[in-house]
């Protein structure tokens, strides 16, 4: 069975067992949640249920595998003959989830 989910201002397309890297959610490492913006479930029997915009009903619970930061993104700025540089990084917090079952 598929899903379409929304987490974060994103969608990800899953299935039980996937994981899946979602910006931060406020969740402890080891605790369960459940993501009801379901957008589209496909069952193994091929029939496909589309939600108007979400799925009324269903839900996907995932667990929280681990709270981590993504790589170390550079900002580097320069205006040339101006002696002007500026270097900055950013890491993005990430949170890593372990989808358990989708429910309708």
Known sequence: ??????ACGKQY??????????DRLPLEVGSSTEIRDVFVISEDGGQVIVGNPLIEGAVVRASVLDQKKHK???????????NYRRKN????????????EILH
């Open 72 to 82: 170390t993104v550079c900002i580097f700025k320069k205006n040339r003959r101006k």
């Open 13 to 22: 397309k899953v299935k039980s067992g996937d994981r899946i890297v979602v």
């Open 89 to 100: 990084g950013h890491r993005q917090p990430l949170t890593v989830l372990q989808i358990e």
């Open 1 to 6: 069975m598929l899903a379409v989910i929304g």
